[in-house]
């Protein structure tokens, strides 16, 4: 697999920015699977759980990506909460939010 990096802002490209957005909804979906099999989709959430977080913490470098990867721990950890699109929401408060500031 190859590593995401992503460079300080001012370096990103759009090619590099929906590359993240797209693996971003990709890993977003994969988390929310565990809906679709009862019962069972609690437990793979135990392997799911880091698993996100490591991803997360490697998109994106720094305080956001620590934080995100936290967050996407718990999220997946915790039962019923796999709605939460926590890797999009990365991206939006990292290329939209951040950026508007």
């Known amino acids: 697999m190859n ?3 992503v460079q300080p802002e001012s370096h ?3 090619k590099s920015k929906y ?3 797209f693996l971003g909804l990709l890993f977003d979906f994969i988390g929310t699977l ?3 099999i009862p019962f069972l989709g ?3 959430d135990v392997i799911w759980a880091p698993i ?3 991803l997360l913490k490697t998109m994106y470098k720094g305080k956001i990506g620590t934080i995100g990867g936290i967050a996407s721990f718990v999220e997946e950890a915790l039962p019923g909460l796999d709605f939460i699109p926590t890797f999009t929401l ?3 408060y990292t290329y939209v939010i951040k950026n508007n500031k």
Do not use: C, K, N, Y
Request: no cysteine.
């Open 3 to 5: 590593e995401i990096v």
């Open 12 to 14: 990103v490209t759009d």
């Open 19 to 21: 590359r993240l957005l």
């Open 34 to 36: 565990s809906f679709a």
């Open 42 to 44: 609690e437990f793979t």
């Open 52 to 54: 996100s977080a490591i």
């Open 90 to 92: 990365t991206w939006i």
